[in-house]
């Protein structure tokens, strides 16, 4: 399929606000998508490479060749060129990188550069274009839409998904092979998320379901694990479903350990002292980052399970969670994460304040009826902390001064507006190590857009985990809201900028 037509479908996609209007183009689109291209046309039509990283800084596409009259990419090859680029390392490879881009540049048009500049910088990809290409997809290949996020979030994407729907022969043989993606045991699944709530009580009334007893499970500051466990062989997977078993044995030994053949556990996994209190965050993520081998010996992660999606055969995802966790406790008795069952805020309440007081971040209050929501930030977990925290964008940054001096230092903060761009919320340079002075100078020039006199400005990708003490009304930013002490407790490189929090979480938090 010519770039050129996903280019206009796009744009077409771009020029209404009418979300019927959006699906039907996307359809459209797809049923012309030949079996082979359609997965990079999800891709792209959904505003993202296939490719993780490319490398290609921003910098490097600004004086790029003048357009060509006539579209004659194909995007399989734009795809093979982009892949090329990724795999790129070493010396040259920058050079190399920009000249490939020179030359894809050159041979695409003004539409097509267009779109390749905003697949490049990220600018298109929104959350809500996923949902809306999966909708596409059913429309395209005439299933109900449930059907095909179904089948998304077992296999962890929506290309494979949608190739399949779409190569089938009419809707029926669709729906078979949709229901062909299913839990399979070493095939890591979108993890379900959780909503927030600032109190127990908070917690509780906004659970679904009335006054039948909840399951108040600690919540974990480490880092989230998914396990897959089929007889000796274990593999060990994060958030972003990157695979990780190399780099943690201790886990995969743990696991191997229990008696189960068959298991699918979700937990976090935790650097934990001799007295079984948890270390700080930063050396449980820089520990499960390294792959050197001396770092990896001197402290050993500990998994902790707080769910239970397969267990010998059993698929239990749509099984109410008071079912999961029976069996959770059966397969996984020694890691399984500390939690209350009852009905009762006050006993939660007490349970919490015990779990902040052990040095633990939270809890995480789950109604017991309800499925395990995967890929979704479901209504039946809701999680409570003691501090506030936010994950925001960095915009802009500004340089440091005196000891500071030459690193990029104060960072500029923004929340995601769901109708499109960040609202900026303040400014923080405190709580930041030399070691991320040092980091965030190098990242932060790969995603510079310009400069002025005050600050650099960045494309709005890097999500940055922050602390405050509260909000305060503010005429100096757009939002009319400022942080009060604002400082940074980590960068996020598990979350995209479209996971960011919103500005209308920013307004709950301030009673607005
Ligand atoms: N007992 C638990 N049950 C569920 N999640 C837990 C638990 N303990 C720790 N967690 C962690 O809390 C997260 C739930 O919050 P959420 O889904 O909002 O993810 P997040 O944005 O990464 O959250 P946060 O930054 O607050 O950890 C999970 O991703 C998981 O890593």
């Not at 399949?164 to 993890?191: C, Q």
């Not at 001197?298 to 707080?306: N, R």
Request: charged share 25%.
């Amino acid at each position: 399929m010519l770039l050129a037509e996903v280019a206009a479908t796009s744009d077409a996609v771009a020029a209404t606000r009418s979300r019927l209007a959006k699906r039907a183009a996307i359809a459209d689109l797809l049923r012309r998508a030949p079996a082979d291209d359609v997965e990079i046309v999800v891709a792209y039509v959904a505003g993202e490479l296939r490719q993780r990283r490319t490398g290609l800084g921003w910098r490097s596409l600004r004086d790029l060749p003048g357009p060509a009259e006539d579209p004659s990419l194909e995007v399989a090859d734009v795809d093979a060129t982009f892949a090329a680029m990724a795999d790129l390392a070493g010396p040259g490879s920058a050079t190399a990188r920009a000249a490939a881009a020179a030359e894809l540049f050159a041979a695409a048009t003004e539409r097509e550069q267009a779109l390749l500049r905003g697949l490049v910088s990220g600018e298109l990809r929104q959350g809500a274009l996923d949902a809306l290409v999966l909708d596409a997809v059913a429309d395209a290949a005439g299933v109900p839409a449930p059907e095909v996020r179904r089948a998304a979030m077992f296999a962890g994407a929506t290309g494979p998904v949608a190739r399949a729907a779409l190569a089938a022969a009419g809707p029926a043989e669709a729906v078979a092979a949709l229901s062909g993606f299913m839990l399979t045991v070493g095939r890591a699944v979108r993890p379900m998320l959780a909503q927030s709530a600032p109190d127990v009580a908070a917690a509780f009334a906004k659970l679904p379901g009335g006054d039948v007893a909840v399951s108040v499970d600690v919540k974990l500051d480490g880092i989230r694990i998914q396990v897959h466990k089929a007889g000796d062989e274990v593999r060990v997977f994060t958030r972003s479903l990157d695979d990780i078993t190399g780099r943690v044995p201790e886990i995969v030994e743990a696991v191997r350990a229990l008696p189960a053949g068959a298991l699918v556990l979700d937990g976090e996994a935790l650097a934990v002292d001799a007295g079984g209190r948890p270390r700080p965050f930063q050396e449980t993520a820089s520990r499960s980052a390294t792959r050197d081998a001396d770092v990896a010996a001197a402290m050993t992660l500990t998994p902790f399970f707080f769910d239970c999606l397969h267990a010998d055969g059993r698929d239990l995802v749509d099984a109410p969670l008071r079912e999961r966790l029976e069996v959770l406790d059966a397969v996984a008795g020694p890691h399984v994460v500390t939690r209350l069952t009852t009905s009762d805020p006050a006993a939660a309440e007490e349970f919490f304040a015990a779990a902040v007081r052990d040095g633990q971040e939270g809890v995480v209050v789950k109604a017991t009826d309800t499925p395990y929501e995967a890929g979704r930030r479901g209504a039946g977990w809701i999680k409570v902390k003691p501090r506030h925290t936010l994950d925001l964008v960095v915009l802009a940054v500004e340089w440091g001064s005196g000891r500071r001096r030459g690193w990029l230092s104060n960072i500029h903060l923004g929340a995601r507006d769901p109708a499109g761009g960040f609202v900026m919320l303040g400014k923080t340079f405190k709580g930041m190590t030399d070691e991320m002075l040092a980091w965030q100078t190098e990242r932060f020039l790969e995603l510079e857009t310009s400069r002025d006199e005050w600050a650099v400005h960045l494309r709005p990708e890097q999500v940055v985990e922050i602390a405050f003490d509260g909000l305060q009304r503010s005429t100096r930013y757009p939002g009319g809201l400022a942080l009060r002490f604002a400082r940074v407790l980590r960068y996020r490189d598990d979350k995209t900028a479209a996971e960011a929090d919103t500005i209308d979480t920013v307004r709950t938090l301030a009673g607005l």
